[in-house]
């Protein structure tokens, strides 16, 4: 089984766009069932965040398995797939782990190093569990994933080599210090901005959240206090900062809204902000596209090579490892092989010599066994190691020709062992 990766990020696609492939909720639920559910694939995750999409499947065929995803993800998003193709990236097998790798890293975020990606990956990856969309192969290649981000961001200074995208956001707005704010949602990202505005000096922090008791949470841990979500119009008359993402999927802000100027930061796929609000004077709105056009947080230097030379690491024992475990079921099935020979050979001497004492069957057992794995010992570790090659497969091809293997018996194998 192979791992294929297609998606469209910051990178490859404008931000309007993005937002509108940009899938969650029940619609994520969706579209994980009706690309599982097509016969070319065999697993399935989706990462969908304010700034990437990206679809990862285990498959067995390349081409078909390529047209049935951005088919679905052209029919989820309403984006016709001749729109979506010139800012699709595909990428397979080798690839696609390096790729995957990178992003839990942070070396593909739209701000370099920042660490939400990692926790993003893992949402990702317990929908698909919980869903029923994961199976080994994803399963394995995303949590070695996630222990490769992990040490990216211990061992390395990549969480320094650039701002969150709620830091690279502020750092448009001037000095913070004194300053009115109002937050909008309680999720994740929200949370990373009430620490963030806490520590940049804002003393009054007002969070507003569909679930009070959530925003009552977040606010008493910044120092600062709840309203209800009701409340938002209200709080607006008096904000001098106001740092949205709730990702409810309509405009939530709209120039009628606003009675005097303020900063306005909206990281919402869609935008919880309507554009039309830079038509109010003195009001500025930063979003997500406003900070890509604006390069804040992009720089690179030592630690983003380390993390590069991390991965390129961590992808080569991947690599290794994965092609070692595709040769082991065929070494496995010689083994079993080579254990039923000795088996009914001991049998037949048995018969042939029934007068021999119980002393004498257990050494001569043991030494036909001695034999035989001496035997095979020599090419079936050789076997593993040449199996890490590029095409090593091949080895285990051979292996299974030349002894006579049942070409099921490794596949059995490897059914147990998963």
């Not at 020979?341 to 004498?360: C, I, K, Q, T, Y």
């Amino acid at each position: 089984m192979s791992v294929l990766a297609i998606g469209l990020s910051h990178r490859t696609a404008p931000v309007a766009l993005l937002e509108r492939v940009s899938v969650t909720g029940d619609a994520l639920v969706k579209f994980l069932h009706d690309v599982q559910q097509d016969v070319n694939v065999a697993e399935t995750m989706v990462v969908s965040t304010c700034n990437r999409v990206e679809v990862y499947v285990a498959v067995d065929r390349f081409h078909p398995a390529v047209a049935s995803v951005g088919r679905l993800l052209g029919v989820h998003s309403g984006v016709p797939v001749e729109e979506l193709t010139p800012h699709l990236y595909v990428h397979y097998e080798e690839r696609a782990v390096e790729h995957l790798f990178s992003v839990v890293c942070g070396l593909d975020s739209m701000v370099v190093g920042e660490g939400q990606i990692l926790g993003q990956v893992r949402q990702a990856l317990k929908l698909g569990q919980r869903q029923g969309t994961v199976g080994a192969t994803l399963n394995e290649l995303v949590q070695q994933a996630l222990r490769v981000g992990k040490r990216a961001h211990h061992d390395t200074g990549i969480d320094k080599a650039g701002a969150s995208l709620v830091s690279a956001g502020l750092a448009l707005a001037g000095d913070l210090a004194g300053r009115r704010a109002l937050v909008v949602g309680a999720g994740s990202m929200s949370s990373l901005a009430a620490v963030t505005l806490a520590r940049a000096g804002v003393t009054d922090i007002v969070v507003a959240n569909r679930t009070y008791e959530r925003g009552v949470r977040l606010a008493e841990s910044v120092g600062g206090r709840a309203v209800e979500f009701s409340a938002v119009g209200r709080e607006l008359g008096t904000a001098d900062i106001v740092i949205t993402c709730t990702g409810a999927g309509r405009h939530l802000i709209t120039p009628d809204m606003l009675t005097r100027g303020a900063f306005l930061l909206d990281l919402a796929l869609s935008h919880d902000v309507d554009p039309e609000v830079r038509s109010v004077p003195g009001v500025t709105l930063v979003d997500l596209e406003t900070i890509q056009e604006s390069g804040v947080g992009s720089r690179e230097g030592d630690a983003v090579d380390s993390v590069r030379a991390l991965v390129a690491e961590e992808l080569r024992a991947y690599l290794d490892a994965e092609r070692a475990a595709r040769v082991t079921p065929t070494v496995v099935a010689l083994r079993s092989k080579a254990a039923g020979v000795v088996e009914s050979e001991l049998g037949r001497l048995l018969m042939r010599v029934p007068d021999l004492d119980d002393r004498a069957r257990d050494e001569v057992a043991m030494t036909v066994q001695r034999v035989v794995d001496k035997l095979l010992h020599e090419p079936t570790v050789r076997v593993k190691q040449l199996a890490t090659c590029p095409g090593g497969d091949h080895y285990a091809e051979a292996l299974r020709e030349l002894f006579n293997l049942d070409p099921k018996l490794p596949e059995a194998v490897r059914e147990v062992e998963l």
